[in-house]
């Protein structure tokens, strides 16, 4: 990194002239020049009389560099090509003969090291670092099966369903239910798949968060009935790794949606 043109292009300069003797040589066309708090250049760099290209990111061992200074670009190239790897997988994803834990040495062998290849040297920001773990997680939590068995979590639907039924889990059947919370990529979509109200949305994100935390009096004081906890545990805290609680702020329940939908036809019929 030079402050000044001239000795950047006067270090260029000695550079060519040097590196023939350790039989190198440049090829113009793959080197870029990246401006960092300069919008331009006064004379432009070159190399063995060719001009070099000025531009906002290159690519060096496999890492995008960003003028910036951002890794922003770097974690959108991590992202798609991890995404990548993981569909070059899916047969094995679905193999059902394969156990959870083989499933998840592979994923941490190829996809997550393609997710993570250099991270070491990021100065990662909170939402970079948020696009990453919602990523991971519905990877880990769609694809690996992380989300509990659907006849299990059925069968402890119904077990206590005066508790969850409809007060944290909404109306339906326990069966139907249970298929929703296993196949809804997250909370937004349970709640939109369930019809819930904000009143359910929040007491369904307290019983996770209770979960999480480990805090039984918590969920005692909603209504957890004696006896439930180890089987709600052992169901629900897998629910909450599969990144169900990711784009919560997101949400819309339907509510919301009435709600917006009367006010933009308020709207409409005052102004027309």
């Given at each position: 990194m030079f402050e000044e043109e001239e000795k950047a292009q006067v270090f260029l300069n000695e550079l060519t002239k040097v590196i023939p003797f350790f039989d190198m040589h440049f090829a113009p066309t793959k080197c870029k020049v990246i401006l960092m708090d300069v919008q331009s250049l006064n004379t432009p760099f070159t190399i063995q009389g060719e001009v070099l290209e000025v531009g906002e990111r290159f690519t060096y061992l496999g890492s995008c560099i960003s003028s910036d200074c951002s890794v922003t670009d770097e974690v959108n190239t991590r992202i798609s090509k991890a995404r990548a790897a993981f569909a070059y997988l899916r047969l094995l994803w679905r193999q059902k003969g394969l156990s959870l834990n083989l499933k998840g040495r592979?994923?941490?062998?190829?996809?997550?090291?393609?997710?993570?290849y250099g991270c070491e040297t990021w100065p990662i920001r909170a939402a970079d670092l948020r696009r990453l773990q919602m990523f991971d997680s519905r990877s880990l939590g769609n694809r690996l099966e992380l989300r509990p068995a659907e006849e299990h979590l059925q069968g402890f639907i119904n077990k206590y369903r005066e508790w969850l039924i409809p007060d944290i889990l909404g109306e339906g059947k326990p069966e139907d239910l249970a298929t929703k919370l296993v196949e809804s990529r997250n909370i937004v979509d349970y709640a939109r798949a369930a019809h819930l109200t904000k009143a359910q949305v929040q007491r369904l994100i307290e019983l996770l968060m209770?979960?999480?935390?480990?805090?039984?009096?918590?969920?005692?004081?909603?209504?957890?009935?004696?006896?439930?906890?180890?089987?709600?545990?052992?169901?629900?805290?897998?629910i909450y790794l599969s990144g169900f609680l990711n784009d919560v702020d997101q949400l819309q329940t339907a509510e919301d949606q009435r709600d917006s939908y009367w006010t933009k036809r308020r709207f409409q019929r005052h102004f027309h």
């Open positions: 592979v994923y941490q062998a190829t996809v997550r090291a393609v997710l993570l209770g979960v999480k935390s480990g805090k039984q009096i918590l969920l005692h004081m909603m209504g957890m009935p004696l006896g439930a906890w180890s089987e709600l545990y052992v169901l629900f805290y897998r």
